[in-house]
């Protein structure tokens, strides 16, 4: 299995449509949902359960892109919190993988979005083969 995502996401990476038509990941993270819709060229493709901000707290709303990437990162905001394959859209604020997968699906985080791990994985991989450019991050409440 370890092998098997990491190829899957390669072939949808390379598949491209026909010349002249700009390949684009899409990121669709519905706050009220607590969801997450991942869409490769226009076509839904994965559907993940997600947290974002708690009580007190913000997940900012609006259309971004990718500033960076981090596949190891700690937070020196909140005692050094792990955040596998970070993908950093908005100054600190990142959709990143979470060990509290128990936790997902409710509003629990400081801000960011938090994922599985594995479909974190899958999410930094495609961004990085898509591009930061070609990658759009639409949050809505």
Not at 4 to 15: H, I, S
Not at 45 to 50: A, D, E, R
Not at 65 to 84: D, F, I, Q, T
Request: hydrophobic content about 45%.
């Amino acid at each position: 299995m370890r092998v098997l995502v990491p190829m899957l996401v390669l072939l949808f990476a390379l598949w491209r449509p026909a010349a002249g038509i700009a390949a684009e990941l899409g990121i669709l993270v519905d706050l009220s949902d607590q969801t997450m819709t991942v869409s490769l060229d226009g076509r839904p493709t994965y559907s993940w359960l997600v947290s974002t901000a708690r009580r007190g707290y913000r997940t900012p709303v609006g259309r971004f892109h990718p500033g960076w990437l981090a596949r190891v990162w700690y937070s020196s905001k909140y005692e050094n919190a792990p955040m596998p394959h970070s993908i950093f859209f908005y100054g600190g604020y990142a959709i990143h993988g979470t060990t509290e997968i128990k936790r997902l699906g409710r509003p629990v985080s400081h801000g960011c979005i938090r994922l599985h791990p594995n479909n974190a994985r899958i999410l930094f991989d495609l961004v990085q083969a898509y591009g930061l450019k070609s990658t759009s991050i639409v949050i809505r409440r």
